[in-house]
């Protein structure tokens, strides 16, 4: 008898794995949805979830209003701290540790399922379920979460999107800089200053023009962020935003394919009023209104010059909205961009303060920033539309 | 032979042109030659038809007639090739 039931116990005991393991699709996923009143992507992604709650029992959403009430806002306070994220755009969902923004069907939805499915078959932390209590913290340590790796020499291992965000500023910064449509300012600015007297003033009036186009390019690209991140996630937008990269850059290639290498002539009436306002600069009677003057003519021709290059900043600014990284660190992007985008009119001005002699950049390398520059922008239009999620330099 | 060149300070392939065609017209001192620029001597310079994209290089023969025309930013070979010896 005390044989057959040690016999039973032994069974019992190499049975309890089977009993006690919870299998993959018992695994109950948290889904924390933050929406607004009024949201149509929100609504649509309502929809989706009434129907995953239909077919997946052990999904369980949790809803948050946070445009109208005052506890979703506070919960979604909390959450944004926790993660160190902004909930700027809805809807809104945080899964495990990623975070889902917008609602396109067929794309996001899938997004959703693929994150449900991750989350169940790796150990991953549910963060925000511990804070507000639905979830009980796992011990041991977490699979890797779910992005994309790079191996670099000597840096070992990194995450692509620490690595491909400021490379693409820098990239993109770069190509947009060498767009000619502000150089030819800049070289009849350097003309008319390189004959003032006083070369301290000369550094002076010539730095200001350029710090000022910087600040100028730099709050029109935040702007178009905080733009991009209230309504990014809205399909149609990103939609527009897309074509207008596929368009600019065809517009671009044509360029770089063009046969006569050269400068197009700017019209004659544009660069008279151009020659004048400078000559006036330099004829203040007092140092303090040159500067004001010298500010005012960046201001008002950067303002003219974006229409030439827009489309390079509206798809990087585009690209940053879509990533999950602070909005301190978008600034910082963004500053790197616009560093690279004055890069090549610092070297040219810099070059023409030392030497006294104008320096040109051949129109050879505005061709490949042309070319590049436009295979750039017709790929990520293209990803934008296709493949949000490669933006956000997750490719699994 | 003499060649006219029609340029912009506000060019930067005007400014590379400017050493290339210096470093060329070395080769051919039995050239003369003419600058203009579109702002400062745009009366005379309009007189050539320079057209859309500067620089443009303008080969004159003896008598004053356009002999050939060349535009663009041209490497030092080809400035030589197309423009000195057509």
């Not at chain 1, 299998?23 to 924390?32: L, Q, S």
């Not at chain 1, 607004?36 to 929100?42: K, S, V």
Request: hydrophobic share 50%; with cysteine; charged share 20%.
């Amino acid at each position: 008898m005390g044989k057959k039931i040690g016999i039973l116990l032994f069974a019992l005991l190499l049975l309890t794995p089977f009993f006690s393991s919870v299998k993959a699709e018992d695994k109950v996923i948290n889904i924390f949805s933050f929406r607004a009143e009024g949201c149509l992507y929100c609504a649509k992604e309502e929809e989706f979830f009434k129907e995953l709650e239909k077919t997946d029992k052990n999904v369980k959403i949790y809803r948050f209003e946070i445009a109208y009430d005052k506890e979703g806002q506070a919960v979604a306070k909390k959450v944004e701290d926790l993660l160190g994220i902004k909930i700027s755009t809805v809807p809104y969902v945080i899964i495990g540790r990623q975070s889902i923004i917008g609602f396109t069907e067929g794309i996001t939805d899938v997004e959703i399922l693929d994150a449900i499915e991750y989350n169940r078959t790796h150990v991953v932390r549910d963060i925000v379920g511990e804070m507000l209590g639905v979830a009980v913290p796992i011990t041991g340590d977490e699979d890797d979460p779910k992005e994309t790796v790079i191996r670099l020499p000597f840096f070992g291992e990194v995450q692509a999107k620490s690595v491909s965000l400021p490379l693409l500023a820098v990239v993109i910064g770069a190509l947009d800089g060498f767009n000619p449509c502000a150089m030819w300012v800049l070289l009849l600015l350097i003309s008319m200053l390189i004959h003032i007297k006083e070369k301290w003033k000369m550094w002076t009036l010539g730095l200001i023009f350029l710090f000022t186009s910087a600040i100028m390019y730099f709050f029109f690209m935040l702007s178009w962020l905080n733009i991009t991140m209230l309504f990014g996630s809205v399909f149609i937008l990103r939609l527009i935003i897309g074509a207008v990269a596929v368009g600019g850059g065809s517009i671009n290639i044509r360029n770089g394919l063009k046969k006569d290498d050269g400068c197009e002539v700017v019209d004659s009436t544009q660069r008279k009023k151009l020659r004048q306002r400078i000559q006036e600069i330099s004829d203040q009677p007092t140092f303090i209104l040159a500067i004001i003057g010298i500010m005012g003519l960046a201001i008002t021709v950067n303002l003219v010059e974006l229409l030439c290059s827009a489309g390079l900043p509206i798809v990087f600014t585009q690209v940053l909205a879509l990533n999950q990284v602070t909005y301190w660190e978008k600034i910082g992007y963004l500053l790197i961009y616009v560093s690279f985008f004055l890069l090549d009119d610092i070297i040219v001005f810099v070059i023409a303060m030392k030497t006294f002699e104008l320096t040109g950049i051949s129109t050879k390398y505005a061709k490949y920033s042309h070319l590049i520059g436009g295979a750039i922008m017709i790929i990520l239009g293209i990803l934008m539309v296709v493949k949000p999620g490669w933006l956000m330099f997750n490719f699994s | 032979m003499k060649l006219v060149v029609i340029s912009a300070i506000w060019c930067p392939a005007c400014l590379i042109m400017g050493k290339r065609v210096k470093e060329a017209l070395s080769q051919f001192p039995d050239w003369t030659f003419e600058k203009l620029d579109l702002d400062m001597d745009e009366e005379k310079a309009l007189m050539w038809n320079p057209g859309k994209t500067l620089p443009v290089f303008i080969v004159l023969d003896d008598e004053g007639n356009e002999v050939r025309r060349v535009i663009g930013e041209l490497s030092k070979d080809r400035l030589v090739k197309d423009v000195f010896h057509g």
